[in-house]
């Protein structure tokens, strides 16, 4: 597998996840994870998450409580990330936590990612394959257009399935705090506000393309790309039928199209602030931030 070969050199790949596609690297090599920053252009601040195979390999690297482990066992594999104390004896790289005690954890679900992992044989750090801030890929053309020339292979299997990256949570004094809002919704993760990044996706701009962008659109200006949604049409939609699933997975491929669009500016319909839509809004309003 010339994927877990590279790997093995220290060399970062794209790699899809049921999420987006993701730059992995071997989470215990520096040098290999340096190279993850180096292809993103991404602060040394921001942590990166590292994928593992299973839960029991996930306690060799971070303390679990059984609040977290009840957690693991019921989203594991998928598109949860835990954020949980590291084991001094991880042997987890430093530059992977940004110098935080604690670390991001996720099994994920994609057959891709996860023969990479065993085929590897090691823990991958893998934040998503794009320049750092700007849109996140579903597609390997996306990873393509971002990062060409600076990763050595992009593995195609296609558009991701969630389209949208991992939710995160905090698990500590037997709270679970959100992090950042993703593909699974419980009522039981309490939204953190405000403090010092704690995970990935924390940053106020992130997601970014290129152009302006508007959000609660509901018709564009002669200047903008509209991006609609249920009732709003615009030149394309995240869901005709206002299905937030499928809004979900269409959002970054809709900013991408947007992005490579003659028009200057970019406008997005309103997304109900409610179930998956709350984490599409906290994309977007990212993406829209002053930059």
Known sequence: MEAAALIREGQPVAIPTETVYGLAADATNGEAVARIYAAKGRPSFNPLIVHVLSLAEAERIAVFDDQARALARRFWPGPLTLVLPLRPESGIASLVTAGLATIALRCPAHPAMRDLLAASGVPLAAPSANASGRISPTRAEHVAASLDGRIPLIVDAGQTAHGLESTIVAVADGKVRLLRPGPIVDPAFVRS????????????????????L????????????????????????????????EAAANLFARLHEADAQ??????????????????????????????
Do not use: C
């Open 193 to 212: 506000t405000g403090g010092a990044i704690e995970s990935p996706g924390q940053m106020a701009n992130h997601y970014a393309p290129n152009k302006a």
């Open 214 to 245: 508007r959000l609660g659109a509901t018709e564009a200006t002669p200047d903008e790309w509209l991006i609609g949604f249920g009732a709003v049409p615009g030149h394309a939609t995240l869901s005709a039928s206002g299905d937030l699933v």
């Open 262 to 291: 003659a028009l200057p500016r970019i406008a997005v319909a309103p997304v109900p602030n409610e179930g998956l839509g709350i984490a599409i809004n906290d994309r977007l309003t990212r993406a829209a931030a002053p930059r």
